[in-house]
């Protein structure tokens, strides 16, 4: 009774995820930033490189994020405007790692003039395989998992490549973009001593998270991932897999399930109902809800947040 019952909610969870997507994707839009003339015009693929970009260029950069607040970026693409834009700007920033796939086909429709600097920000990062069970590099891995930015170890290395470029693109302003960097660089030093000191002392290491975002976090701070869907927040999991997590979380005493706020939470509360246990965010930080842009919420206000929800879980 208790499989049919799991089943049955899995069918109607996985049916409103779709309808999610659908609708995301219908609401998707390009990019409203415009180039501004004396600047170092940025474009980039989503929001952890768009802060990075802000941070680094700080009053000589015009940084323009190609997709808007609320939308999770797995399936968005981008338009003609908003290739358009990327062709006048200086500097495009994109994660990589297969995460924005769209990317071999907008960087081939380039005019040939383009002077654009294209920078993929994951490089020089040990990449994970998709399968969470393997730890390989990327040219042995037939999915990567691209989500790097999640570790603050990660968002370091990825600040000094954005910095790299932001030297290469506009030298003349080489002290101010240094000088915003070394700011940013301690800034995500002591975030990754502080994610470091707090989990280094949990009595529990299991996560379970509804999207597979979580692998570097868990590999640089000593956690172990279990997720419901896969490296994509639509990839939808098979029945045995439910079962199979469902299983994990009560043998192993978890008391909360992760969820994110970008895609639907229906899975996670299926299987924490089934196994009596409560649900948490814990933010992948692949986009802000327009709630977060209001408020004034960026990557470290959200990074802390996820660390605290990761302490009270991991009691």
Known sequence: MFYKRLLGKFVLSAAMLAFLIVMLAGCASSSKGKLV??????VTSFYPLYFLAQQIGGENANVI????????????????RDLDTAAKAQLFLYNGAGLEGWVPDFLEGLPSDSKLITVEASEGIK?????????????????????????????LIMADTV????????PAHQDAYTAN???????????????????????????VTSHQAFGYLARDY??????????????EPKAQDLLRITKFV???????????EL???ELAKTLANEADVSTMVLNPLEGLTPEQEKKGEDYFSLMKANLQNLVQALQ
């Open 222 to 235: 000593g956690l172990k991932q279990v997720a419901i869907m896969g490296l994509s927040p639509d990839a």
């Open 65 to 80: 994020n190609m997709i808007p607040a609320g939308v999770e970026p797995h399936d968005w693409s981008p338009k003609s």
């Open 127 to 155: 990449k994970l395989s998709g399968n969470p069970e393997e730890d390989a590099d990327a040219a042995d891995a037939k999915h990567v998992d691209p989500h790097t930015w999640v570790s603050p170890k990660s968002m």
């Open 250 to 260: 009560k043998d192993n005493g978890i008391q909360y399930i992760f969820f994110e």
């Open 263 to 265: 895609v639907s939470d």
């Open 37 to 42: 003339e004396g600047k170092t015009n940025v």
């Open 163 to 170: 910095l790299k470029n932001f030297l290469k693109a506009d």
């Open 181 to 207: 960097y070394d700011k940013l660089e301690q800034r995500l030093k002591d975030l990754d001593q502080e994610y470091t000191d707090a989990l280094t002392k949990t009595a529990r290491k299991d996560i």
